[in-house]
């Protein structure tokens, strides 16, 4: 499957993005969706994931609670809604996806996944 990320741009802290992932090609089978994001010099960490129903989700702690990912399988595309952003969440945000409807207990490395978009840069100011 290849992933298209956008809705990336600058924002103030506190303020609020909607990032998207369009996926296409192989979108007929199940797949497990996941943003991961990078800030300069350090490695890429995982922000969320989410099942190929929807009804499973799970967040890194910094997010929790002011991130939401979901799913709209009819468009193939992938959303994280970021509220109450902060200087710490700037960086490049990557969709992630592995073709397995499997709710694995490693969702939060990056080595389980199979496919990577290029990436939407988020930059938050304070």
């Known amino acids: 499957v290849q992933l298209q990320a956008s809705g990336g741009g600058l924002v103030q802290a506190g303020g609020s993005l909607r990032l998207s992932c369009a996926a296409s090609?192989?979108?007929?089978?199940?797949?497990?969706l996941a943003w991961f994001r990078q800030a300069p010099g350090k490695e890429r960490e995982f922000v969320a994931a989410?099942?190929?129903?929807?009804?499973?989700?799970v967040y890194a702690d910094s997010v929790k609670g002011r991130f939401t990912i979901s799913r709209d399988n009819a468009k193939n595309t992938v959303y994280v809604q970021m509220n109450s952003l902060k200087s710490e969440d700037t960086g490049v945000y990557y969709c992630?996806?592995?073709?397995?409807?499997?709710?694995?207990?490693?969702?939060?490395?990056?080595?389980?996944?199979?496919?990577w978009g290029q990436g939407t840069e988020v930059t938050v100011s304070s």
């Open positions: 992630a996806a592995r073709g397995s409807a499997y709710w694995a207990p490693y969702l939060r490395d990056r080595l389980y996944y199979n496919s």
């Open positions: 090609g192989r979108t007929g089978s199940s797949y497990t």
């Open positions: 989410i099942s190929w129903s929807g009804g499973n989700t």
